[in-house]
Nanobody, 127 residues
Framework: QVQLVESGGGLVQAGGSLRLSCAAS????????MGWFRQAPGKEREFVAA????????YYADAVKGRFTISRDNAKNTVYLQMNSLKPEDTAVYYCAADRFPRRVAVSTDEGAYDNWGQGTQVTVSS
């Protein structure tokens, strides 16, 4: 069981930046691919970014490509989401999640491939 705690959300003006962190309480963090998802009011949760166990492979949703960067520090059991050039449409609750199958080689962008969700952190971008 992986327990995840997100932090770093807040209110920012359009064009600004935020860095989200997700701390995992598990001894073997490096065996899990990790993902970031978001859910805006009245919308379904959607994929944002994912990263492989080593950090060598990353995937991004088209809506955030070129503006967001996912990274991880396995020594600190933490995954990050650097968000630049934020837009009002980025407003959402952001969740991190761990792959439901540790040691899986492939990195999934499918929400169903993940469990062990964090509680979420609110990001609000004002225009």
């Amino acid at each position: 069981q992986v327990q995840l705690v997100e932090s770093g959300g807040g209110l920012v003006q359009a064009g600004g930046s935020l860095r989200l962190s997700c701390a995992a309480s598990v001894r073997t963090f490096s065996i899990y691919a990790m993902g970031w998802f978001r859910q805006a009011p009245g919308k379904e949760r959607e994929f944002v970014a994912a990263i492989s166990r080593s950090g060598a492979t990353t995937y991004y949703a088209d809506a955030v490509k070129g503006r967001f960067t996912i990274s991880r520090d396995n020594a600190k059991n933490t995954v990050y989401l650097q968000m630049n050039s934020l837009k009002p449409e980025d407003t959402a609750v952001y969740y991190c999640a761990a792959d439901r199958f540790p040691r899986r080689v492939a990195v999934s962008t499918d929400e169903g491939a993940y469990d062990n969700w964090g509680q979420g952190t609110q990001v609000t971008v004002s225009s």
